[in-house]
């Protein structure tokens, strides 16, 4: 079976997953504040205006937090119906030569998918660098 090496992806900091549990817990905070504000407010106290402002900057900032967190997670186009990029990084085994300027195959996992790029014998390793289509471009590791 081929190797799959491959560079851990890095993911989101801690601060970023404290960010995303605080705006789950946010908008709770804010609707209750701003729920309990009104009630008070309408009741004939002064302060429970505090507390509806209080709720609704606690909405708003919440509403930040969420578009940073969003930016985040998509930064750009996604690799999602794309097999072929989400092999990149992947090192794969050669299972039918790649000649200088043409093309052969590779094993990924269970599939075998053509090649190209540099020149490889078979059982060779190679580093797959991108992909056109469902062509695989491989570099020598």
């Known amino acids: 079976m081929p190797s799959t090496d491959r560079e851990p992806d890095r993911g989101p900091s801690m601060l970023v997953w404290g960010m995303a549990v605080l705006s789950l817990l946010m908008p709770i905070a804010g609707v209750v504040l701003a729920l309990y504000g009104a009630f008070k ?3 004939g106290s002064a302060l429970g205006w505090v507390w509806l402002v209080a709720g609704i900057a606690i909405l708003i900032a919440d509403l930040f937090i969420d578009e940073r967190w969003s930016y985040w997670m998509h930064p750009g186009e996604s690799d999602l119906n794309r097999r072929g990029m989400q092999l990149v990084g992947q090192v794969a085994a050669v299972t039918a030569a790649i000649p200088a300027g ?11 998918w053509v090649a190209e790029g540099a020149e490889a014998a078979v059982g060779a390793k190679v ?5 056109k289509g ?6 020598a590791v």
């Open 41 to 43: 407010g309408f009741s």
């Open 102 to 112: 043409g093309r052969g195959s590779v094993s990924v996992g269970d599939t075998i």
């Open 127 to 131: 580093r797959i660098t991108g992909c």
């Open 134 to 139: 469902t062509v695989l471009t491989v570099e």
